[in-house]
């Protein structure tokens, strides 16, 4: 996520280790602590410093991660939209696979779903 320009990871989980973390969780989200830094190395392009990469092995657990990711989101209401985003979010996921007759030759695909603030479609 990315909230009055600081990046944070939403797939924390805010519930781990008792009420300090949510503390942590929201102070975190909401510009109180600092976000992760964004890194450039030659081999992997920009990344952000300390972002979660966690592993999936079905759809179901992909999605479950997503909804995490989204329910962590910043989000509040004003005239025109009464649950609105209030910043941008970034899912990625990478995706290796190999064929059952030669598990040596693997394929991999990266894709990006974002999120726009304020991009939820209205209607008049």
């Known amino acids: 996520q990315i909230y009055k320009e ?3 990871d939403l797939l924390i989980d ?11 969780f929201a102070s975190s989200v909401r510009g109180k602590m600092p976000g992760l830094r964004m890194r450039w ?3 992997q392009g920009f990344y952000l410093e300390g972002v979660r990469t966690l592993p999936v092995t079905c759809p ?10 989204v329910r962590n989101k910043i989000m509040a ?8 985003s209030r910043s941008h979010a970034i899912f990625t996921v990478h995706v290796t696979a ?6 040596t030759e693997v394929t991999r695909a990266k ?10 479609r209205q209607s008049v």
């Not at 805010?14 to 942590?24: C, I, P």
């Not at 190999?98 to 598990?103: E, G």
């Open 41 to 43: 190395a030659k081999a």
């Open 6 to 8: 600081v990046c944070h």
């Open 14 to 24: 805010k519930n781990a280790g008792g009420g300090n973390q949510t503390a942590a």
């Open 77 to 84: 209401s004003h005239r025109l939209n009464m649950s609105s």
């Open 98 to 103: 190999s064929t059952p007759d030669d598990p």
């Open 60 to 69: 179901d657990d992909l999605m479950a991660l997503f909804k995490s990711g």
């Open 111 to 120: 894709l990006a779903l974002v999120d726009l603030a304020g991009s939820e």
